[in-house]
């Protein structure tokens, strides 16, 4: 098993100031000084003026322990009703016993709609693909935008390294405009995304909802002592054969023209060992090319009017029906189906 928590040696060049400014507008609508709270969190204000500016980890990290003390509100200022200090280490020992990522999302759906009025989440399943849906009713009429991604990103890391695995992404849907801080939207959501959507959710494959939670009590006091640090970056970074496969299949026009024993070429591996490896992981050829295939057929309906019969033959179908099939098994609905829900959403 690799670390319990995440190396923060090797989290990058940090957060575009851009981001941490939009973090204070709670505790700024809240009437906090952010200039001497920056100062107090070793953080010179001049930074933030420039966007392009990054800011340590480590020094957000403060920044926001200060904030949520100051304030008595792990949200920062957002939501109507504070998260008292220790509300997320609470949802933290009430997932811990669940037996596997489903039912401990679900739980977590349970305990926000608990302490929170104005936030909710929910999972969805669909077909073979889950959703986990992120509402903020801004009952205080703030810049939400970083609030919710910063909620849908904590989801994503913290519930990865209870499995000890991390979630790979389909695609996110934001709703939202692409920010400033967009260069860094690869680091938060290592997938395709998608703004200006009708919700904010991430998209995964429910073959993750079945695995096991792997994590202790002891180990999870252990990952919460250093909070936030270990959420301001991912679990792991995604250098698995399944990971690499994906993106070596994103960037291709047709995914037909590339076959496994290319692929463990590029790898510097032989086809028997990226199988082996593969199945190591919990995945297979099949289900990688079904998965990348997914996601461009869901683009492709939601963005384009391309006909079905051209989408299926630029992923390879032999025939609009067998594409049909694929894409009803995928998400539940037949391909004219979800594009016209899509427009009537």
Not at 134 to 162: C, D, M, T, Y
Not at 229 to 240: A, H
Not at 258 to 276: G, K, M, N
Not at 322 to 331: D, S
Request: net charge neutral; charged share 25%; hydrophobic share 40%.
């Amino acid at each position: 098993m690799e670390s319990e928590t995440p190396n923060l040696r090797e989290t990058g060049p940090g957060i575009l100031a851009a981001a941490v400014r939009a973090m204070l507008a709670g505790a700024q609508a809240a009437g906090l000084n952010c200039q001497r709270l920056l100062c107090d969190s070793g953080i010179d204000p001049a930074r933030l003026e420039s966007p392009e500016s990054r800011i340590g980890r480590e020094e957000v990290a403060n920044l926001l322990r200060l904030e949520w003390d100051l304030l008595n509100d792990e949200s920062g200022g957002f939501l109507s009703r504070p998260w008292l200090p220790g509300t997320f280490a609470m949802m933290g020992h009430a997932c811990i016993s669940c037996p596997n990522l489903h039912r401990a999302l679900l739980r977590s759906v349970r305990f926000i709609h608990m302490v929170s009025d104005d936030l909710h989440i929910r999972l969805v399943e669909d077909g073979e693909e889950a959703r986990l849906v992120f509402h903020h009713g801004n009952e205080k009429k703030l810049p939400n935008q970083i609030f919710v991604e910063s909620i849908a990103v904590i989801w994503l890391r913290f519930f990865s390294w209870l499995i000890d695995r991390t979630i790979l992404l389909e695609r996110v849907l934001l709703a939202f405009p692409p920010p400033d801080y967009n260069e860094d939207y690869s680091d938060m959501f290592p997938c395709r995304h998608y703004f200006n959507q009708t919700e904010t959710c991430l998209v995964f494959s429910t073959r993750y909802l079945p695995l096991p939670l792997v994590r202790d009590a002891q180990q999870l006091a252990e990952f919460l002592s250093r909070a936030p640090e270990c959420l301001l970056t991912q679990y792991k970074s995604d250098r698995s054969f399944t990971g690499r496969i994906r993106r070596m299949l994103q960037q291709q026009n047709s995914i037909e023209n590339l076959a496994l024993d290319d692929v463990a070429a590029r790898l510097y591996t032989s086809p028997q060992t990226l199988r082996r490896r593969l199945k190591e992981e919990g995945n297979s050829w099949q289900d990688i090319k079904d998965s990348v295939r997914r996601d461009m057929a869901v683009y492709q309906l939601k963005q384009q009017e391309t006909a079905v019969a051209e989408i299926a033959e630029r992923l390879g179908f032999s025939e609009p029906s067998a594409f049909n099939r694929a894409f009803k098994k995928w998400t539940g609905l037949a391909p004219g189906a979800y594009r016209e829900k899509f427009r009537n959403y």
